[in-house]
């Protein structure tokens, strides 16, 4: 972690009104949790998350405004082995035009293995995370609970050192 990164990551922690006003209005519990890496990223298994609304085309989409304004607190595992062609994009609450004539956008996959390739990063876990990104009331608490819990129990047991997050 360079310079830049210690003193934001210092001043969270001396700071926690900054925590509180990076993650919004939600109560914090105590000092946000800033590590330093074990290891360096050219060593490191990558895990990727999109909360885009990226699918495979052959699962259930994800649910759209007019069938839960909640939004989906789902979540699709993605191959990233698959062709571009595989993925769709079931989300109606951004404008998604740009992400889908490039997925990369949302969903860098392409980009992450160029970098693996160089030697930036270890490796990229072949699958990913699918979410979609507007959630409240009843599905922000399943994201939480229930979905948050296993998506980190399958990049546990995939053995991946950190996690990309792509907001869309």
Do not use: C
Request: net charge negative; aromatic share 8%; proline share 7%.
């Amino acid at each position: 972690m360079g310079v830049t990164g210690r003193l934001v990551a210092w001043a969270f922690v001396r700071v926690p009104l900054l925590a509180t006003l990076w993650a919004g209005s939600r109560e914090t519990t105590g000092p946000p949790a800033f590590v330093f890496p074990a290891q360096p990223i050219s060593r490191m298994r990558i895990g990727l998350i999109t909360t885009g609304g990226v699918h495979h085309i052959d699962q259930i989409p994800f649910r759209r405004k007019d069938e839960n304004p909640q939004g989906d607190g789902t979540y699709r595992l993605l191959d990233l082995t698959r062709p571009r062609d595989a993925f769709v994009i079931t989300h109606d609450w951004y404008d998604r035009r740009d992400a889908e004539r490039d997925l990369n956008l949302i969903l860098p996959a392409e980009r992450l293995r160029e970098f693996a390739e160089e030697g930036i990063i270890g490796e990229l876990h072949p699958v990913a995370v699918g979410l979609m990104g507007h959630v409240k009331g009843e599905e922000a608490f399943r994201l939480e609970h229930e979905t948050a819990p296993e998506i980190a129990a399958i990049f546990r047991e995939g053995e991946v050192d950190a996690v990309l997050l792509v907001p869309a």
